[in-house]
Every structure is written in C-alpha cells, then in structure tokens.
C-alpha cells in the first residue's frame, strides 16, 4: 500500500509489526513476519533512513516505530521536496535549450528570408520534415516523381505517415506511373491506401513537393540536383500557385486501383501520348525519360513498339501518322 512513498514490501511489514508490537527485538520481529534476521536489520536501516523509525527513549540502543501520522507526512512532504525541485530543474533545462537554439542559430546553413528557409543537406530536411508532420492537422499533399524511391527515403517517411495518418490527417501523394513497376514503391504506396490515405499516378509529373495544410510547401532548390537542398516556404502566393498545381495534377492522374489496361487498336496509353509529345517538343531520349521517371532503353523500347504500331520507318514519319489519327 505504501510504495507509492518508496516503501518496500519488506520495509512495510517490517514497520506494521513494530506498530503492534513496539517492544519486539530483530529475532520477535523475524519470527511473526517470516524472515531472516539479516533482511529484518536491512529493513530496519532503511525504515530509519525514511524517518519512519527512531531511536528509543525508553531502551538504550533500541528503536521505536514512529506514528504513522508523522512519519508518513514527513516522506510526503520530501517527495513534494523533490517534485518541485525537478520542476525547477526542467525549467532550467527548458530555458538552456531556448538559449543554446538561439545562440547557434546563426551557424546553421539554413537560412530564413521572407518566409522562405533554405534546408542544406538531407539531415535538415529531415528535421524539418519531422516538425511539419508534427503540426499537420488537416492535410498533407505531394508530388513524387521518379520510378523507385530509394528505401531509406520510404524508411524515413513511414514513422512520419503513419504517426500523421493515425491522427485523421488525409495525405494524397501523386507517383509517377512508371512507379508501378517498382515494388517496393508500389508496395509503400498501398500500405499509405490501407491506412487511409489517396494515391494515385500520372505519366508526367512537376517537379518534387510537399505542402503541409496548404500553408507551408517543401520544394527543391534544384529539381535535378537534389544534394543542393529544399526551400520551405509559407509565402501565401507561392503556395497558393503550389496547391493550384498539385489539384491540376491530381484531377489528371490515376487512382491507383484502376487497371492500366492495354489500349486498343486506335488508342493510345497516356504514357505513349506524352512520350510522343516530349519527343515531339525536341526532347531526346534521356531528357524525356527523367520527364517519365523511366530509362533511356525503356523510351526506346516504347518508340520502337509505337513505330511497329503505326508501321512507321523513322519517327518522322511515325510524329506525321501519330499526328493523323490524333494521337498528338
């Protein structure tokens, strides 16, 4: 009953005893509560450093229980002792955290100007992150370009996901659709459906982002190197084009249950019309393949396939009869 007051087991039966029987010595004591002598002056030790026992008045060397009355306010009165000075300590400690922060700030390599925060390094993006999750309350909204994502950047973001969706965030994330032929990807982008969240893909995707409540966005600073870092920013109007983006995108794409089925004799896949068109704009096979997070052998193959479908020689001539039935 009284370990709530750091009173042991042992400490307590031993003390109950003394206060039925005050003129018992250690072997009486260690006869009526079953235990040897030896843990019986353990129990006694501790009892008189806990001010529960004292010496007696009435026998030199021995000991006395002190009423429960007293002894036991004045361990309630040390452990409030101790409770308010760990409530100093932390204010203390709180108040050295504000200090160190503020005082090291300025060696950061991020920096903050009008309401935009350039994060150097995936640490920093990472820490970021992690406060942004933290405060979502409504929504959270990205683009994911590429085909597979790296497993530590899944890894990283799983704790963060799950934590947001376990609140009743909603996270609708936009993949590329080449990512479907990723496994893992794939599989990273069902486990977010189970839980709650929306996914779907699209052929062609705008650069990387994440928009957290449509107040603050991450994006990079250069969508074709990420190790330059991201920009976070809440300035109304930048976001603001940002959410206009991702909804455009997101009414184009595909939810990702849908079947991608194999078009017909006169149609064409969503992902074979923007490979024409980026090749039609004058992109090479390289450049549109980072477009449509695919390799340069895999944009080659699909030509190929393109070219056999229209009977073409060349991609001139495959360009004029994609354009005749209106592909283009």
């Known amino acids: 009953m009284l370990e709530a007051l750091g009173l042991g087991i042992d400490e307590e039966s031993v003390y109950r005893e003394m206060l039925a029987s005050p003129h018992d010595g250690v072997e009486e004591l260690a006869d009526r509560v079953g235990m040897p002598e030896s843990c019986i002056r353990d129990a006694l030790d501790r009892l008189v450093a806990l001010g529960l026992i004292a010496a007696s008045r009435d026998f030199v060397g021995g000991l006395r229980a002190v009423s429960p009355e007293v002894g036991l306010e004045v361990m309630i009165r040390r452990q409030e002792e101790e409770l308010a000075r760990r409530q100093e300590e932390l204010v203390r400690s709180k108040a050295a955290v504000a200090r160190t922060v503020a005082m090291y700030a300025h060696l950061r390599p991020n920096t903050e100007i009008e309401q935009a925060e350039r994060l150097v390094g995936l640490d920093a993006i990472q820490n970021r992150l992690e406060i942004l999750t933290l405060e979502l309350s409504q929504e959270c909204m990205s683009i994911i370009p590429g085909a597979a994502q790296s497993q530590r950047s899944m890894e990283a973001s799983r704790p963060l996901d799950e934590a947001a969706m376990a609140r009743g965030v909603h996270l609708r994330a936009v993949y590329q659709d080449s990512a479907r032929h990723d496994g893992p990807t794939l599989a990273y982008a069902k486990w977010t459906t189970e839980r709650g969240g929306s996914v779907r893909t699209s052929a062609l995707l705008p650069p990387r982002m994440l928009i957290f409540d449509g107040r603050v966005a991450l994006v990079p600073i250069d969508p074709n190197n990420s190790k330059l870092g991201a920009l976070c920013t809440s ?71 393109l070219m056999e479908r229209l009977n073409a020689s060349s991609r001139f001539e495959a360009g004029l009869k994609a354009a005749h039935r209106g592909w283009l």
């Open 235 to 305: 300035a109304p109007g930048v976001v603001a084009s940002l959410v206009s983006l991702f909804q455009q995108t997101w009414e184009t794409s595909v939810p990702l249950g849908d079947d991608h089925r194999s078009p017909g004799e006169d149609s064409i896949s969503a992902g074979d019309r923007d490979l024409l068109r980026l090749l039609a704009s004058g992109m090479t096979d390289e450049a549109a393949g980072k477009r449509l997070g695919v390799s340069m052998r895999t944009v080659r193959r699909q030509m190929a396939s």
